[in-house]
């Protein structure tokens, strides 16, 4: 069994006692589950499994890949294959856990089957949340501290809570790497969060993001909103592939992006960006600017469920034509007319 270590007030935030809370080292859910593997493109329904080794000696859970649709003639995320609520999210059955905001510091830890009320912040490595939920009134719902590595988020839903935030009533990272190595994130149930999945470096894969809620933040401003955002200088590669990326977030209440890849910090390097299903924002694509490199745009579906462009103004902006390295093909409007990004916004 995986163990994990707290603070001493993380069990039972609100005065409640857990069965399994009092105790400094604990045990997170039932034994280890096997994880995954990251990238493999989902569908099917839930609890899906075949024989396999996983992460723990285990059978691999896996979803059954539905036939491939049409892609041509199929108008929603769901119809067209991409993830969606019920191809996302926990597999089996939660416990709740009012933790608040727990601390994490025990290496390899576990949870899971978790129905947690409060957050998770990681000082540790090699975490795993797989088939959890966390309903959060924090900043963040899990968030990976500089100077750790390994975290893997899986089959979990991860939603906030609007008005109770800690940005002026808002909550801005459903899951936030401040670590300078590659996290996964794979078939997950995100919503109300600003900047749902916020990294510059990891592995995104069959997540299902929608319902980002608007709100005006701390400095007295509509908070800019994306369901991917990155913010450029990434240490390793991003890959954001086969996913529901949704931001019904209006532009004047701050909708940004679906993907908005950004160089606040630095060049917008190394990432690719496939096969994922994109809706939103004032343009669904934020290409990385003139100083973006290795980028990779292939095979998106840029629907028009919000806007005719797919984003307000189009589907991408800021797109390098000449960065070394950067490929864009086969991306399409959901209508099947073919996508060609401006050399410009």
């Not at 701050?254 to 343009?283: C, E, K, Q, R």
Request: proline share 6%; net charge negative; charged share 15%.
């Amino acid at each position: 069994m995986a163990l994990i270590a707290l603070t001493a007030s993380a069990c039972g935030g609100a005065g409640s006692q857990d069965a399994d809370c009092g105790a400094t080292t604990q045990v997170c859910g039932s034994a280890a589950p096997a994880v995954p593997g990251g990238g493999a493109n989902g569908g099917g329904a839930k609890g899906a499994a075949t024989s396999g080794d996983g992460a723990s000696g285990g059978p691999t859970p896996s979803r059954t890949p539905p036939s491939p649709p049409d892609l041509a003639t199929c108008h929603t995320a769901s119809d067209c294959g991409f993830p969606d609520a019920d191809s996302t999210g926990p597999r089996i059955g939660l416990k709740p856990h009012r933790t608040g905001a727990l601390t994490i510091t025990k290496d390899g830890t576990v949870i899971r089957g978790w129905d947690i009320t409060g957050s998770l912040d990681i000082y540790a490595d090699n975490v795993t949340v797989i088939d959890s939920k966390v309903t959060s009134t924090n900043w963040w719902g899990i968030n990976l501290r500089a100077g750790f590595h390994g975290l893997r988020v899986l089959y979990s839903t991860i939603t906030g809570v609007p008005g109770k935030g800690q940005d002026n009533g808002g909550e801005d990272y459903a899951v936030s790497n401040m670590g300078g190595s590659s996290v996964e994130v794979g078939f997950c149930d995100i919503s109300v969060f600003s900047d749902a999945l916020s990294m510059g470096q990891g592995n995104l894969h069959d997540n299902y993001v929608h319902g980002i809620v608007p709100f005006v933040d701390q400095a007295g401003e509509w908070a800019h909103t994306d369901a991917v955002i990155s913010d450029g200088a990434g240490s390793d590669k991003l890959v954001i592939r086969h996913n529901t990326l949704l931001n019904p977030a209006s532009v004047p209440r701050g909708g940004t992006a679906a993907i908005g890849l950004y160089a606040d910090t630095g060049a917008v390097l190394n990432t690719v960006v496939d096969d994922n299903w994109l809706a939103g924002g004032a343009y669904a694509l934020y290409g990385g600017g003139d100083g973006a490199n290795g980028i990779q745009v292939t095979n998106n579906v840029f629907s028009t469920e919000y806007y005719p462009g797919s984003g307000l103004y189009g589907p991408v902006a800021h797109w390098n034509t000449k960065g070394a390295g950067n490929v864009w093909r086969g991306n399409r409007m959901s209508d099947g007319k073919p996508v060609n990004p401006p050399a410009k916004p």
